[in-house]
């Protein structure tokens, strides 16, 4: 079955970084963009930023561009994101999720546990 396991968050000062992981299984990962999504306490999901099946194209959330930079390798089924400069703004819970790509819409169809990310001092 399709699973996608998120790991490397954690409590960073503001203008820290951090590297999140995503382990996909059970499914043919270099077919499929993949995303990343956060949600803030309180706070409805936000869409973070998505890659295309072979990591050639990106797209990020403005609220990101300029900080993060997303990332996979097909040879190990694994998604990336870097994230540097973070801000307190940037705490969440941060899930990877499976992607397609409906003209200019992005759908989710599989997501991961999460991994919490916390910017404080």
């Known amino acids: 079955q399709v699973q996608l396991v998120e790991s490397g968050g954690g409590l960073v000062q503001p203008g820290g970084s951090l590297r999140l992981s995503c382990a996909a299984s059970g499914f043919t990962f270099s077919s499929y963009y993949m995303s990343w999504v956060r949600r803030a306490p309180g706070k409805g999901p936000e869409w973070v930023a998505a890659?295309?099946?072979?990591?050639?194209?990106?797209s990020y959330a403005t609220s990101v561009k300029g900080r993060f930079t997303l990332s996979r390798d097909n040879a190990k089924n694994t998604l990336y994101l870097q994230m540097n400069s973070l801000k307190p703004e940037d705490t969440a819970l941060y899930y990877c999720?499976?992607?397609?790509?409906?003209?200019?819409?992005?759908?989710?169809?599989?997501w991961g546990q999460g991994t919490q990310v916390t910017v404080s001092s």
């Open positions: 890659i295309n099946t072979d990591g050639g194209t990106t």
């Open positions: 999720a499976r992607t397609t790509k409906d003209g200019t819409a992005y759908e989710y169809d599989y």
